[in-house]
């Protein structure tokens, strides 16, 4: 099976079929290698948590695995990694992701997202991804990092080139962006170096120029997994949430009638509609079996936690938006040692974005026509091109 085939506009159908068919397949990875992929909930919720399925690459077979081509200085990040390497940078980093540290920013994030309802005016049209789902991401992670304004703009252009290039981008677009990326990072580095601030990136370089706990390229490639990553995901989930809220009115109004539901109503957002199709594959370090399949060591194993949190082996009726149900256990942000280490921020990011959205506007309603939204074409991120919206401040 080629993993491609119809899981761009209709995953969860491809999902449905393949979860009541095998428990394991044997498929073609995004970069077209074959591999396998994991879709029932209690062998992806075990998969992600198994010591025994790395994420080093040096443990694939020679020449089964393509995947992302990054240089070294950007390569050697937290998603390429294994204790105990994986173990010190996490801990390093970590306290800057606390849940405490977290509640510190959400002031500065609903002050992002009012500047940015206030530059829409009081009714209109807009794309909502590009006015406001994918700023404030974006100008969060780079407050946190300390990243000048005037790269920000380049940075998202730079990601979206990537993970999910625009139909016609050349196939060079991609390195391009990746030496454009390597050098942006390079020089953000010297500069902070030179002129440290009261920001994330300084204190990392303090760390890997006083302490030596950081080589140079784990520094690079933390700096840019940090600033991808808690841009990249976050757009999606935001985006991804405004649309399930317009296609699902009754859920929409129940929110807006009692807005103290919203972190349970991410949740649900997250297992609905979760940012990502894939979790980050992996290579088995000794024959494992999966399901009742023995996937031989170095093989390429991709698990889905999309098809898990639309199990109905775990959730009920799982097609259905609910954001009343028991969305504990889901797995759109991972499991185990590999759990998302922004996931506080992420979530406190989409509370915050619907909450200042919903109060602004009491009519907000989808500009197109549900066969008219548009995902992006890429298997790595679950989220939207576009989403035209109509806004206001009085119901029609």
Known sequence: MDLADGL??????????????APVHRIAGPDGTPAWLVTRYEDVRAALADPRLSLDKRHATAGTYKGFSLPPALDANLLNMDPPDHT?????????????????????????????????????????????????????????????????????????????????????????????MLGFFTQLLADK??????????????????????SEDELMSLAFLILFAGYE???????NAVLALLQHPDQLAALRAD?????????????????????????PVEDVTIGGVTIPAGETVWVSASAANRDPGRFPDPDRLDLARD???????????????????ARAETEIALAALLERFPRLELGVGEDEVRWRPSLRARGLLALPVSYGKSLR
Not at 8 to 21: A, C, I, N, Q, T
Not at 205 to 210: G, L, Q
Not at 233 to 238: A, M, P
């Open 193 to 214: 170096r030179e002129e440290p601030g009261d920001d994330l990136l300084s204190d990392l370089i303090a760390v890997r120029d006083e302490g030596d706990r950081l």
């Open 327 to 345: 969305t504990s256990g889901h797995l759109a942000l991972g499991q185990g040692i590999h759990y998302c280490l922004g996931a506080p921020l």
């Open 259 to 283: 807005p103290t539901q919203l972190p349970a109503a991410v949740e649900e957002f997250l297992r609905y509609e979760g940012p990502a199709l894939l979790a980050i594959r992996r290579f």
């Open 233 to 239: 995901n976050t757009v999606q989930l935001i985006g």
């Open 8 to 21: 761009l506009d209709h995953p969860y159908d491809v999902y449905r079929r393949l979860r009541d068919s």
């Open 88 to 180: 010190r940078i996490r801990r390093l980093v970590g306290r800057a992701f606390t849940p405490r540290r977290t509640e510190q920013l959400r002031k500065p994030i609903r002050r992002t997202a009012d500047q940015l309802l206030d530059a829409l005016g009081e009714e209109g049209d807009t794309d909502l991804i590009a006015s406001y789902a994918a700023p404030l991401p974006i100008t969060v992670i780079c407050d946190l990092l300390g990243v000048p304004d005037r790269h920000r703009r380049d940075f998202r252009v730079w990601t979206d080139t990537l993970v999910a290039p625009a139909p016609g981008t050349p196939p060079e677009a991609g390195k391009h962006a990746v030496v454009a």
